[in-house]
């Protein structure tokens, strides 16, 4: 028989994984709830009328389509089916589509549920979502998204909020070397002004979004194809190795956008948000306002976030921005501004793999083993595991009669820090063994001085 196999780029998650995964999510989710976001969950499928469109179209070529229920072909027209052309039948046989990720489907529910929620909403999501891509090191077709928006406000105090939560995210998971990336579409769109390319930013932003990946010859290259001339590509490429500190860059381009209202728009943005740093009595420590990041996705209006861990061979870990028009794109008249950050849990393990930066704790099932020797024992036992639970304190009873050091085996395999060791003597003089698996160390007390100890 052929042994199963997974999708190309899914993934099982054992508990050992599991457990380093769930210190990320734990750290993301408290993270986000100090700063005042709240849970919301969405479908895993969207019709594709919501979804298409949103993301340009590079990102509508990524979509998992579903096929409908049923007969799906039944009433296509033949003529279509011959010319095998999937583009002809795909909007009759697939009206739904796996979520490509969270944006969207949260501004569809800002718009469906408009008369119910407060302004401005602040909400954080946490869940997989799809895309059709190529597999590689860090990039999957199935992954973890950890989103956090606010909509109803154009407050610049949102962007501020938003580094500040990386930065807080960041120290937490004991990522010390990265870089938190900030531009504006504004400085964009000013560069696309002066480089005569109005009206072309999109072909402009997506291959300038490559410079890291592909380099200048690359991407002068792959522009040169899509029609922009040499005088255009050099007075692209001064503007975007502008140098010197953020305040410096600052400074030029406001000289070199002055004639642009977009460009004048943008750096004065990025000055307020570099100025609410202080306000919060916090540094720019990892900020760096990068001329030349575009992110690809066409929604993005404002402020553009990318996170990026330093000497690791991975991609952004985070990224986000600014977003003014995504709930009109569902017909809604209001327009309501809103900005937000993602995090690829993904990418952060995976980052954190390679840096060994979990902490060994994060891999513990339990803190206690309880460990017997027979039937006699074992009602004791039992009666001394609910005690530990009941005071907070993980743990577990090993559930067959066996051998000591079976039992102690089975501990140390799990990280379990400690065994509590009770037998006849135990029970009797009601002092048991709590043995320290790491140390190797062990003593004898009461019920009462392990659960202190345990808990203090």
């Not at 999957?140 to 105090?157: K, N, P």
């Not at 891999?363 to 083993?369: E, M, N, P």
Request: glycine share 8%; charged share 25%; with cysteine.
């Amino acid at each position: 028989m052929e042994k199963p196999t997974l999708p190309k780029g899914t993934r099982d998650f054992g508990p050992a994984v599991m457990a380093k995964r769930q210190f990320i999510l734990n750290t993301i989710r408290t993270v986000f709830q100090r700063f005042g976001f709240l849970p919301l969950e969405t479908p895993a499928m969207e019709n594709l009328s919501t979804l298409t469109g949103k993301y340009g179209d590079e990102g509508d070529q990524l979509l998992f389509k579903v096929l409908n229920s049923g007969d799906f072909l039944k009433d296509i027209d033949a003529s279509k089916l011959e010319t095998r052309n999937s583009k002809l039948v795909a909007s009759e046989i697939s009206e739904k589509g796996l979520r490509y990720d969270l944006t969207v489907p949260f501004a569809r529910y800002v718009v469906m549920n408009r008369h119910e929620i407060t302004l401005p909403f602040k909400r954080y999501q946490i869940q997989p979502v799809w895309r059709a891509d190529r597999p590689q090191k860090g990039r999957y077709r199935e992954f973890y998204q950890c989103d956090a928006d606010v909509v109803g406000t154009d407050s610049l105090i949102c962007e501020a909020e938003i580094v500040l939560m990386i930065k807080e995210v960041m120290q937490h998971l004991s990522i010390h070397d990265y870089t938190i990336k900030i531009n504006h579409r504004g400085v964009l769109n000013g560069i696309a002004e002066q480089v005569n390319a109005s009206g072309r930013e999109s072909d402009l932003f997506v291959v300038i979004d490559k410079l890291e990946k592909i380099g200048e010859e690359n991407v002068r290259n792959e522009l040169s194809e899509k029609g922009f001339a040499a005088q255009q590509l050099d007075k692209l490429f001064e503007l975007l190795k502008t140098a010197g500190t953020a305040q410096q860059k600052l400074n030029i381009l406001s000289t070199s956008l002055a004639s642009s209202t977009s460009g004048k728009k943008g750096i004065d943005d990025l000055k307020d948000v570099f100025k609410l740093f202080e306000h919060y009595q916090a540094n720019s420590d990892h900020v760096e306002f990068d001329v030349a990041l575009a992110r690809g996705l066409s929604y993005y209006t404002g402020c553009i976030f990318e996170v990026k861990i330093n000497n690791v061979a991975i991609g952004s870990v985070s990224g986000g921005g600014r977003y003014d028009n995504l709930t009109q794109a569902f017909g809604s008249k209001e327009q309501l501004s809103g900005v937000g950050i993602s995090f690829g849990i993904d990418r952060i393990y995976d980052a954190m793999e390679e840096l060994n930066l979990f902490p060994k704790e994060t891999l513990a099932s339990s803190k206690v083993l309880v460990c017997h020797f027979d039937d006699a024992t074992r009602h004791y036992v039992l009666s001394m595991l609910t005690r530990l639970r009941a005071a907070g304190i993980n743990s577990e009873v090993y559930p067959d009669i066996a051998k000591l050091k079976k039992q102690l085996d089975y501990a140390n395999k799990k990280n379990i820090s400690f065994c509590l060791v009770i037998g006849e003597e135990e029970i009797q003089s009601g002092s048991l063994t709590l043995k320290n698996m790491e140390r190797g160390e062990q003593e004898k007390l009461s019920i009462e001085n392990i659960i202190h100890k345990l808990t203090h």
